[in-house]
C-alpha cells in the first residue's frame, strides 16, 4: 500500500501563488504517471495536471501557462506550482499515483482563492 500526503494549500488572495506537495511513502513513485485533480464544492473530480515516468506533462486548458507540475524522485515527491490564481481555481486538490495494477490517492488539500 502507498501512502500520499498532501500539503501547501491554504487561502490566497486573486493572483496569488501556492505550491502543493505530495509525497508518497514507497519508491513506486519514481516509475508511477504522477496527476493532479480538484474538485469544487458541487462538481465532480477533474484532472488538473500530470507527469509521466518520462517527465512529460500536460495541463488542463483552464490552467495551462499558470500550473506548473514537477517532480523529485528522490524525496519521492510530486508538486504543483500555482501561480497568477483565480477564484475559480478553488477546490480540494487531490495528488494521484498510477502505474499499472495501482492507483493510490492523497486524502486532498484545501485551496481557497478569495479576496
Known amino acids: 500500500q502507498v501512502q500520499l500526503v498532501e500539503s501547501g494549500g491554504g487561502l490566497v488572495q486573486p493572483g496569488g501563488y501556492l505550491r502543493l506537495s505530495c509525497a508518497a511513502s514507497?519508491?513506486?513513485?519514481?516509475?508511477?504517471?504522477k496527476r493532479w485533480y480538484r474538485q469544487a464544492p458541487g462538481k465532480q473530480r477533474e484532472w488538473v495536471a500530470s507527469?509521466?515516468?518520462?517527465?512529460?506533462?500536460n495541463y488542463a486548458d483552464s490552467v495551462k501557462g499558470r500550473f506548473t507540475i514537477s517532480r523529485d524522485n528522490a524525496k519521492n515527491t510530486v508538486y504543483l506550482q500555482m501561480n497568477s490564481l483565480k477564484p475559480e481555481d478553488t477546490a480540494v486538490y487531490y495528488c494521484?499515483?498510477?502505474?499499472?495494477?495501482?492507483?493510490?490517492w492523497g486524502q486532498g488539500t484545501q485551496v481557497t482563492v478569495s479576496s
Open positions: 494521484n499515483l498510477w502505474a499499472p495494477g495501482s492507483n493510490y
Open positions: 507527469i509521466t515516468s518520462g517527465d512529460s506533462t
Open positions: 514507497r519508491s513506486i513513485f519514481s516509475i508511477a504517471d
